[in-house]
């Protein structure tokens, strides 16, 4: 992975929005088919309580281990660092991240749109948790 640094600011590549919406799309299948068999479990309001938590906790786990990467992201081989040091983002802001990326999917998808024409190719939440996505170095 790039980790020249410039200002402050990680320098190198971001990964490009087909490439993040198919890694978001994969881990959207992951989390829905644990939901959905939560909500066949227990019932549907609490499965879908629940299923809240399996998705706060998928996210967080993942992208706030040192591999900064979901499963999604994997089989696309794309990871999140921190814009600041390029390294894991850590789990507190790795939640902050979830929460935030919630928020960029309610206002009509505009949050995750966002890194259209933004210059560091970030979404709402990736600038709430000051991070970026970036190709895997392999």
């Known amino acids: 992975m790039e980790t020249t640094m410039n200002s402050g600011v990680l320098a190198g590549a971001r990964a490009g929005f087909w490439r993040r919406f198919a890694g978001a799309f994969i881990d959207g299948i992951v989390v829905g088919i644990a939901n959905g068999i939560l909500r066949s479990l227990i019932g549907y309001g609490a499965g879908l309580g629940l299923g809240l938590v399996v998705g706060a906790a998928y996210f967080t786990a993942f992208i706030g ?74």
């Open 65 to 138: 281990a040192e591999r900064g990467q979901t499963l999604g992201q994997m089989a696309l081989g794309i990871r999140v660092v921190g814009l600041d040091n390029g390294g894991s983002i850590g789990y507190g802001r790795a939640f902050l991240r979830w929460v935030v990326s919630l928020i960029s999917a309610a206002v009509i998808l505009l949050g995750y749109l966002w890194m259209l024409w933004d210059k560091e190719k970030q979404c709402w939440h990736d600038k709430a948790a000051n991070d970026v996505v970036v190709p895997v170095q392999r």
